[in-house]
């Protein structure tokens, strides 16, 4: 017999909508309230058990959510009541993989119901066949959250260490101590376009960065000739800060990068990278306050005069970095292992779940990524 059937979405699972929760019945408490753009409060109050599967059907539409305990979904999802003897966690990598992008054709506010879910044929495997393909994508999923947990350790660790050494030194204005570096952007025209790829980093990416590590995943683009020295990417260890948009984001290049004009670079020179990234972090929260701009609160070169960070003698800012160093550095490999974890879990996705890959053969990936 075939560990795969045909069927429909609607016989083997039960979506109901979302529940209408208003702000005023929110309330400070341990239980989730699960909207289409992700978990937004908390209720006082059990709903649903779980394990559960929530999807965003309006807003943010298809987006799934994995709930281990209780949990209250909102109106702006679809919730499976019943799963019907099916195991919630395969249902959830199902869920993510399912196409919705067909409902945004025609529509200015495309909108997902039960009704489109429970017709749609699917090829559905047995509950041994979705416990094997759960746990090796969950395996993935396991590791990325235990790396996450380091590094937020790590990143913690590093903070407090920076902040107890260098409690009560005194200060001098950043424009007195470092050299901040404007971005830029090339030209892009064909006739201009200079041969040779780099690491490309804007505001966004910087804003996005987990535990403020660029990895090098960003843009690769064509430097032009006429900037190439304008553009010239920064060593692996800079820090960059964000100077338009969202103001005061910060950043450490796990590998050489250039950065546009709403950026500022720093490179390591007189202060080490550790030490530098933590000092222009903790000076962020005044930036923030003084930060001005007719469209958007901006940076400028100005600001530094009025930026302070601690006047560090260079042995002293030494010692303080052999301390830090090796937990940022745990901090930046933990952020690369997961892009690599997540990439690979993403990549074994819709074969598992089309019936194209065997189990086994994604257990041989799972082996090859160290999990």
């Known amino acids: 017999m075939s560990d795969w059937r045909d069927t429909t979405l609607g016989e083997v699972l039960n979506f109901q909508r979302g529940f209408d929760i208003t702000r005023k019945t929110q309330a400070s408490g341990g239980v989730p309230v699960v909207s289409s ?11 649903a058990a779980g394990p559960g599967v929530v999807i965003g059907r309006k807003g943010t539409l298809g987006k799934v959510f994995y709930l281990p305990g209780h949990y209250w979904p ?21 869920m993510k993989q399912f196409d919705t992008s067909w409902l945004d054709a025609g529509s200015a506010n495309p909108t997902l119901n039960r009704n489109h879910l429970h017709p749609l044929r699917v090829s559905w495997p047995t509950i041994h066949v979705q416990q094997a393909i759960a746990e090796v994508l969950g395996a993935f999923d396991d590791k990325i959250a235990a790396n996450t947990k380091l590094a937020t350790t790590a990143d913690d660790l590093a903070g407090v260490i920076y902040d107890h050494a260098v409690a009560g030194f005194s200060t001098r204005a950043m424009s007195e101590v470092l050299n901040p570096i404007l971005g830029g952007t090339p030209s892009r025209t064909q006739a201009d376009f200079w041969v040779g790829d780099q690491y490309w980093a804007s505001a966004k990416d910087i804003t996005s960065a987990n535990f403020g590590v660029i990895t090098g995943t960003i843009e690769q683009i064509s430097l032009s000739a006429t900037t190439k020295t304008k553009a010239k990417p920064l060593p692996a260890g800079s820090v960059i800060l964000t100077a338009r948009g969202t103001v005061g984001a910060v950043a450490r290049l796990a590998v050489p990068a250039s950065f546009n004009q709403s950026c500022y670079g720093f490179i390591p020179d007189t202060i080490p990278s550790g030490m530098l990234y933590l000092a222009i972090k903790r000076a962020t929260q005044r930036a923030k306050a003084i930060a001005h701009g007719s469209v958007f609160d901006t940076i400028t070169m100005k600001t530094f005069d009025h930026l302070s960070i601690p006047d560090l003698r260079s042995e002293m800012a030494a010692s303080i970095e052999e301390k830090i160093s090796p937990l940022l550095d745990c901090v930046s490999e933990a952020v690369v292992e997961n892009q690599r974890l997540a990439a690979t879990r993403d990549a074994l996705l819709p074969q598992l779940m089309s019936g194209k890959l065997r189990v086994k053969d994604a257990e041989k990936a799972l082996e090859d990524a160290g999990v």
């Open 74 to 94: 909102h109106d702006t999802t679809l919730w499976i009541q019943d799963f019907k003897g099916n195991l919630p966690r395969f249902v959830y990598y199902f």
């Open 37 to 47: 753009g992700g978990i937004a409060s908390f209720h006082d109050t059990a709903a």
